[in-house]
T-cell receptor
């Protein structure tokens, strides 16, 4: 059974600081997705990581994938308030063609 | 225009009632999914469908049923609603083209069972 664990689950940080959210998973997969969810809203796709060593960047967010360590990171650089949201990672259960989601990391960025 | 739509957006019902949630998509995707999200938790897969004739149970299918009426439509039914089915329900779609499973989500249906 594929398990996906994110940490931290809650993160409160100040504007201008850097931080990293971690996503660990328990079985082999080389496909991982990051989503953003604002309160009461739907999930928005942020990054699609499809191979070992993949790195994607969009603005102040950068995601990477290490399939050997079964680890993905979402790095936030010089945080701004607009990045406050819940971030989910999801791992593709290969062969089954379905995603298993982490618990989500609720990120709050304070002025 | 939204690519994935869900109706209703909010619904309050009583224990024992039958309720249907509907999902439509204009993305032309072959795969559709129903998820449930409880406060502070991730998403749990209820059912998924790879085409009109292919329906599969997810992690938490008990108490739910689905119908794939067409490639673009996927409905979720609660035959006899119970309070612990109170949750936010999301429909999602994806395409087999490209060889990966990036999913696109609808706006969600907030369901309350009293």
């Amino acid at each position: 059974e594929l398990k996906v664990e994110q940490n931290p689950l809650f993160l409160s940080m100040q504007e201008g600081k850097n931080y990293t959210i971690y996503c660990n998973y328990s079985t082999t997969s080389d496909r991982l997705y990051w989503y953003r969810q604002d309160p009461g809203k739907s999930l928005e796709s942020l990054f699609v990581l499809l191979s070992n060593g993949a790195v994607k960047q969009e603005g102040r967010l950068m995601a990477s994938l290490d399939t050997k360590a079964r680890l993905s990171t979402l790095h936030i650089t010089a945080a701004v308030h607009d990045l406050s949201a819940t971030y989910f990672c999801a791992v593709d259960l290969q062969g089954a063609q379905k995603l298993v989601f982490g618990q989500g990391t609720r990120l709050t960025i304070n002025p | 225009d939204a690519d994935v739509t869900q109706t209703p957006r909010n619904r309050i019902t009583k224990t024992g009632k039958r309720i249907m949630l509907e999902c439509s998509q204009t993305k032309g995707h072959d795969r559709m999914y129903w998820y449930r999200q409880d406060p502070g938790l991730g998403l749990q897969l209820i059912y998924y469908s790879f085409d009109v004739k292919d329906i599969n149970k997810g992690e938490i299918s008990d108490g739910y049923s689905v119908s794939r009426q067409a490639q673009a439509k996927f409905s979720l039914s609660l035959e006899s609603a119970i309070p612990n089915q109170t949750a936010l329900y999301f429909c999602a779609t994806s395409s087999i083209q490209g060889g990966y499973n990036e999913q696109f989500f609808g706006p969600g249906t907030r369901l309350t069972v009293l």
